[in-house]
């Protein structure tokens, strides 16, 4: 007999929102009261938490992810000229960050169990590009909620004064040796797009340091280089993160790391279902806490596996279908194939699962149970 189709979504910032809507309600009438809509109280607050839940000294609210890495490579003087390491297999703003301040990308491949920057592959990268530009920074992205090998990419960057930003847009919460990502670098960027683990409900970012000079720069550059109203010190933008946002973020951010916990139950549940599928599941290094931003499995038949789940009611998305350097904007323009084996391999075999903390046990089940029964006949 035939499943009926189900219903069950690859991620569902709705089902968040109706979580937590008493508080987000009340938080948004404490903004409309307040009169205050940009730069107020509730941004104040939410910088002083974030910064706490981190254990860092300074946090900077700004528009979104992508501003958030444009304001810490340009708090730190990169730009022309610079070279700036990152990864293939990654959203295409961290690249796109790097050329907006003229600085210029380049890409070092993967380890393909965690999908994250291969310290390993670091030095070899900045020695074959010592010639095209300065060394100028890092920036390890820790992608799906696994962190990246942070006390690697610190060694080699240290060795050849690289200055370290971590990407942490999918990585609120994640942990490595005990010590939270966001933590580790010069600075860090975070995101809060609605399906994020910690998400608004519109655009939003956030720079974090201990570094009070940078921390004052990039509290210039994200408002006109103000320090005085209408008089600009430096040349800056505006990238502010609002008070209803703010105070959105506030009334989440103390569930964030139960919300994780339950995320970490789903992979676990996964994990066990799934275990003689024949995909290749995410792994979990011994000193890391991942948070399961995605829950991403591979296999070399992708494509079919997606669309058999999309018959039958389960959505999957592909984080990423092509590396950066595979895309049309950057194609022959950044990386190389033949250093990036690893990103390809990994963009033409991934598919993210549903995932998210009010998936309940029974729709992991369901999902598992399509894909063994696809398994069977594939």
Known sequence: MSQPPANIPQTNPRANYLSHQPAIDAALQRVLESGWYILGREVEAFEAEFAAYLGLGYATGVGNG???????????????????????????????????????????????????LDANLLAEAIQRHKQDGRPAAVIPVHLYGHPADMDSVIKTARLHHLTVIEDCAQAHGAALSGRKTGTWGDLATFSFYPTKNLGALGDGGLVATNNPELHERVRLLHQYGWKQRYISEI???????DEIQAAILRAKLPHLDAENARRREIAALYNHLLKDSGLILP????????????YVIRHPRRDALQAYLRENGIGTL??????????????????????????????????SLPIYPELSDENVRQVAQAILRWSENA
């Open 66 to 116: 992508t501003d958030a890495l444009v304001l810490a490579l340009q708090a730190c003087g990169i730009g022309r000229g610079d070279l700036v390491f990152t990864v293939s297999h990654t959203a295409v703003a961290t690249v796109s960050a790097i050329e907006t301040t003229g600085a210029r990308p380049v890409l070092v491949d993967i380890d393909l169990a965690t999908y994250t």
């Open 235 to 241: 040349p800056g933008s505006n990238s502010r993160l």
């Open 283 to 294: 792994v979990c290094a011994f000193n890391a806490s991942h948070v399961y931003h995605q």
């Open 318 to 351: 592909i984080h990423y279908p092509q590396a950066v350097h595979q895309q049309p904007a950057y194609a022959g323009r950044v990386g190389e194939s033949i250093h990036l084996r690893n990103s390809e391999q990994a963009a033409g075999q991934v598919l």
